[in-house]
């Protein structure tokens, strides 16, 4: 079965230290992977995505996600985390069809 | 602005009777989507459609009905709730397939079935 998997329900950083949220996927082909967040009461809001090409991919607020075809995985990251880095993030891959397939989200907590 | 809309934000019923949630876009998107969320499950696809008068089945469809007669509007529909559709309920549309195209997603609707 095709799915997305999120290991870490949440991931606690200082803030000023890099950031990792980790995802894996099984799929079958060559799927596209993006990234999205959510903020409290809102909707979810697109981070960046990968398609082809380059492995490393840059998105919105300074994030980047590392795209590697052996391990299967699509981790977020970045550099220098913000508190206003705090919430919800959630991978999803499109197999290639008009689904998307989201994992389960991971809560990240920027602490000060 | 260009946005998603849905209404209502919050909505508590009772098992039985028939509700009706909108959702609205005005981006001309061709893709419209519903999805629910809950705590450990993440996000699962209810239903999509790709253009007027096309819909198809997500992940958890039973209990749910959708129409797209409007290009701008996507309605779901619950004929009979049940405590077990007790979700929070997200909209979402896309320029295509979200197989390339970035998901724009409404503020969501709380939905309580007592």
């Known amino acids: 079965a095709q799915s997305v998997a999120q290991p870490e329900d949440q991931v606690n950083v200082a803030e000023g230290n890099p950031l990792t949220v980790k995802c894996t996927y099984s799929?079958?082909?060559?799927?596209?992977l993006f990234w999205y967040v959510q903020y409290p009461n809102r909707g979810l809001q697109f981070l960046l995505k990968y398609i082809t090409g380059d492995n490393l991919v840059k998105g919105s607020y300074g994030f980047e996600a590392e795209f590697n075809k052996s391990q299967t995985s699509f981790h977020l990251k970045k550099p220098s985390a913000l508190v206003s880095d705090s919430a919800l993030y959630f991978c999803a891959v499109t197999p290639g069809d008009d689904k998307i397939i989201f994992g389960k989200g991971t809560r990240l907590h920027i602490l000060p | 602005e260009a946005q998603v809309t849905q209404n209502p934000r919050y909505l508590i019923t009772v098992t039985g009777k028939k509700l009706t949630v909108t959702c609205s876009q005005n981006m001309n998107h061709e893709y419209m989507s519903w999805y629910r969320q809950d705590p450990g499950l993440g996000l699962r696809q209810i239903y999509y459609s790709m253009n007027v008068e096309v819909t198809d089945k997500g992940d958890v469809p039973e209990g749910y009905k959708v129409s797209r007669k409007e290009k701008r509007n996507f309605p779901l529909i619950l004929e009979s709730p049940s405590p077990n559709q007790t979700s929070l309920y997200f909209c979402?549309?896309?320029?295509?397939?979200?197989?390339?195209?970035?998901?724009?997603f409404g503020n969501g609707t709380r939905l309580t079935v007592t």
């Open positions: 979402a549309s896309g320029t295509g397939s979200p197989y390339n195209s970035p998901l724009h």
């Open positions: 799929v079958s082909g060559n799927p596209y």
